[in-house]
C-alpha cells in the first residue's frame, strides 16, 4: 500500500506549501496580491470616479479665493482646468428650485451664458 502525497503549491508564486491543509498562500504578500489582482477591474472603476470627483473638488476650492463663499467663473475657465461636469456627488435644489451641483462641500450652479456661482456649503 503505498500513499502519493502531493505536494501543495501556493496559488501565486508555486512555492511549495508548509502548515495548514487549507493553506493556499505562502504568505501575506502573495495572499494580498491574489486578493488585489480578483478586484482590480471593480476598483480601477471606482478608483477613477473618486480621482475625478476628487479633482473637481479641488478645482472649485481653488476658485472660491481667500476663504470666501461664493465666487463666480465661466465653462471655459472650469473646462480649462479640466473640471468634469458629469461627475458630482449630490444635487441641492433650493426654494426657488435652482439645482446646486455638488463634489463634497463645494457646489455649482449653472447661471445663464455659460457662466457658473462656485459656493461651499458650510456644516450648519
Known sequence: MTTEITARLCLICQKPLKGRADKKFCDDYCRNNYNNTLKADNNNYVRNINNALRKNRRIL???????????????EKLLHKEFQFKYSTHTYINKKGSTYFFCYEYGYLPLENDWFLIVRRREE
Open 61 to 75: 476650492e481653488a476658485l472660491l479665493v481667500h476663504n470666501e463663499d461664493m465666487a463666480k467663473a465661466n465653462k
